[in-house]
């Protein structure tokens, strides 16, 4: 054994101490550096999951010798707004700390599922969440996090996981309305292909008539399943009465269909069922893009949203209690372990403390802080424990008042597009009576390409 290993914890990797502790896994004895990676290490070994030590590309993380107490999240209170019913009883997204690879994905997706009362588990090594279904009639949440804990893995709540998931439910609805578009743009792409290439009208009319059907067929999904967001658009938009570009794709996309349509059934000499299609494929893909660089200017917020935490210790006068942070108060006291984010503003009770502002702030080198000094929710507690008096909670918070700030700073359109905005009516309004112009003029010269490029220009 590579003696470098033989100085590390086995489970974390962790230097050992004077005395390590021991536990066999497979055919070998290893060494951890403290009773809880034991726990964990035996726990782990008896359940049949060793080969998470083969599997892992990274220490795991270290295991508290006295996991947390986790019958806080028991309480209806504090799953409101996180906790969803399901048939099977309930499910909860949490983040955790230490999922640090695949396998840390896999250990917890097989442990948890051993747990009596566990439906279902999810975890993503990607974004560090675990989604948990389980019945509450048959185990209590606390105990499911609790051992998630005990291997390891500290459980916090996700913030704003409400709108997360319909992020996610609206991002999947888009890549799917990408994917029908891009399967039915290259299927009609090519059935079109034979047809243009049909130069000398050599093509017998069953034939040509047969790519037209199978065209109009793989066309449709595209129109009305792909391109529904532009026609509810343009619902909306005629309803206030404000034609913008949506009104503008959608009448194109359906002209374009409709008349290939009607040019199908009279075996007429052109049909464009293509650029309906390759319309819709672009400008989707266009929208993806948009929704991309949109996601990518909103993560801050994100990450400011997330950085208040759920739950908070308060004192009283048997001890201390567990509770949500909306039920945090003016004049309460509340502890906070070191690592820990502060839940609400208030003044430090201690002598001394070290704050992590760099969220607040960019400062990255900790803030010392003295008795009577303010602290900010959000911030993180570095070295030591703290206890604080609250002064502001909720929306007064500093932390609540930077997030309006960049809300509103993200919501004020630049002037250009404010312009763009106020014209785009009137653009419309003018493409169209262009559009009518240039039917009527063809109509008088060459009544066969009128309806094309008319539909040219508005495309």
Same mark, same amino acid.
């Given at each position: 054994?590579?003696?470098? !290993?033989?100085?590390?914890?086995?489970?974390?990797?962790?230097?050992?101490? $004077?005395?390590?502790?021991?536990?066999?896994?497979?055919?070998?004895?290893?060494?951890?550096?403290?009773?809880?990676?034991?726990?964990?290490? %035996?726990?782990?070994?008896?359940?049949?999951?060793?080969? *998470?030590?083969?599997?892992?590309?990274?220490?795991?993380? &270290?295991?508290?010798?006295?996991?947390?107490?986790?019958?806080?999240?028991?309480?209806?209170?504090?799953?409101?707004?996180?906790?969803?019913?399901?048939?099977?009883?309930? =499910?909860?997204?949490?983040?955790? =700390?230490?999922?640090?690879?695949?396998?840390?994905?896999?250990?917890?997706?097989?442990?948890?599922?051993?747990?009596?009362? /566990?439906?279902?588990?999810?975890? %993503?090594?990607?974004?560090?969440? /675990?989604?948990?279904?389980?019945?509450?009639?048959?185990?209590?949440?606390? %105990?499911?996090?609790?051992?998630?804990?005990?291997?390891? *893995?500290?459980?916090?709540?996700?913030?704003?996981?409400?709108?997360?998931?319909?992020?996610? @439910?609206?991002? %999947?609805?888009?890549? $799917? @309305? !990408?994917?029908?578009?891009?399967?039915?743009?290259?299927?009609?792409?090519?059935?079109?292909?034979?047809? *243009?290439?049909?130069?000398?009208? =050599?093509?017998?009319?069953?034939?040509?008539?047969?790519?037209?059907?199978?065209?109009?067929?793989?066309?449709?999904?595209? /129109?009305?399943?792909?391109?529904?967001?532009? #026609?509810?658009?343009?619902?909306?938009?005629?309803?206030?009465? &404000?034609?913008?570009?949506?009104?503008?794709?959608?009448?194109?996309?359906?002209?374009? *269909?409709?008349?290939?349509?009607?040019?199908?059934?009279?075996?007429?000499?052109?049909?464009?069922?293509?650029?309906?299609?390759?319309?819709?494929?672009?400008? #989707?893909?266009?929208?993806?893009?948009?929704?991309?660089? &949109?996601?990518?200017?909103?993560?801050?917020?994100?990450?400011?949203? @997330?950085?208040?935490?759920?739950? $908070?210790?308060?004192?009283?006068?048997?001890? &201390?209690?567990?509770?949500?942070?909306?039920?945090?108060?003016?004049?309460?006291?509340?502890?906070?372990?070191?690592?820990?984010?502060?839940?609400?503003?208030?003044?430090?009770?201690?002598?001394? +403390?070290?704050?992590?502002?760099?969220?607040?702030?960019?400062?990255?080198?900790?803030?010392?802080?003295?008795?009577?000094?303010?602290?900010?929710?959000?911030?993180?507690?570095?070295?030591?424990? +703290?206890?604080?008096? /609250?002064?502001?909670?909720?929306?007064?918070?500093?932390?609540?008042?930077?997030?309006?700030?960049?809300?509103? $700073?993200?919501?004020?359109?630049?002037?250009?597009?404010?312009?763009?905005?106020?014209?785009?009516?009137?653009?419309?309004?003018?493409?169209?009576?262009?559009?009518?112009?240039?039917?009527?003029?063809?109509?008088?010269?060459?009544?066969?390409?009128?309806? =094309?490029?008319?539909?040219?220009?508005?495309?």
């Amino acid at each position: 054994m590579n003696r470098a !290993l033989d100085l590390r914890c086995f489970h974390c990797g962790e230097a050992l101490p $004077a005395d390590p502790v021991k536990v066999r896994i497979g055919d070998q004895d290893r060494l951890v550096c403290c009773t809880g990676c034991g726990a964990a290490a %035996n726990w782990i070994r008896d359940a049949g999951l060793a080969d *998470y030590y083969t599997l892992r590309q990274a220490d795991g993380a &270290r295991v508290d010798i006295a996991p947390g107490d986790y019958s806080a999240w028991d309480r209806g209170d504090v799953q409101s707004g996180h906790a969803v019913a399901t048939p099977e009883g309930r =499910e909860i997204t949490v983040v955790v =700390e230490g999922m640090r690879c695949a396998a840390c994905a896999w250990l917890i997706d097989h442990a948890l599922r051993r747990e009596p009362g /566990v439906c279902d588990v999810g975890a %993503n090594a990607v974004t560090g969440r /675990v989604r948990i279904g389980w019945n509450p009639d048959a185990t209590p949440l606390s %105990n499911v996090l609790s051992r998630l804990a005990a291997l390891g *893995y500290r459980p916090h709540l996700a913030q704003g996981e409400a709108a997360e998931r319909e992020r996610r @439910r609206e991002r %999947n609805r888009l890549i $799917a @309305r !990408l994917g029908v578009a891009a399967l039915g743009a290259t299927q009609a792409m090519m059935f079109a292909e034979a047809l *243009y290439l049909d130069t000398a009208n =050599e093509m017998a009319p069953a034939t040509r008539d047969f790519f037209r059907w199978i065209t109009f067929l793989v066309s449709t999904p595209v /129109v009305f399943f792909s391109g529904w967001p532009f #026609l509810t658009g343009m619902v909306a938009e005629l309803r206030h009465r &404000r034609p913008g570009m949506d009104t503008l794709v959608a009448t194109s996309v359906l002209l374009a *269909y409709f008349a290939s349509l009607v040019e199908t059934l009279r075996g007429g000499a052109h049909v464009w069922f293509d650029a309906a299609v390759m319309f819709v494929l672009f400008l #989707l893909a266009a929208r993806f893009l948009e929704r991309m660089a &949109r996601r990518q200017a909103s993560a801050q917020l994100d990450t400011l949203a @997330r950085a208040q935490p759920a739950l $908070a210790w308060r004192e009283t006068v048997a001890g &201390r209690e567990q509770v949500p942070v909306t039920a945090l108060a003016a004049g309460d006291v509340v502890q906070v372990a070191a690592g820990d984010t502060v839940p609400a503003d208030g003044e430090l009770l201690d002598r001394a +403390a070290a704050m992590d502002e760099s969220l607040l702030t960019g400062e990255s080198v900790p803030v010392p802080k003295a008795a009577g000094d303010l602290l900010y929710a959000g911030s993180t507690c570095r070295e030591s424990a +703290a206890r604080l008096r /609250v002064t502001r909670t909720g929306s007064d918070t500093r932390l609540s008042q930077l997030t309006r700030a960049v809300e509103q $700073a993200q919501a004020q359109r630049p002037r250009l597009a404010r312009f763009a905005d106020a014209v785009a009516m009137r653009f419309v309004v003018a493409l169209f009576i262009a559009a009518g112009l240039v039917f009527w003029a063809w109509w008088q010269v060459e009544p066969a390409r009128a309806f =094309e490029i008319a539909l040219a220009v508005l495309v």
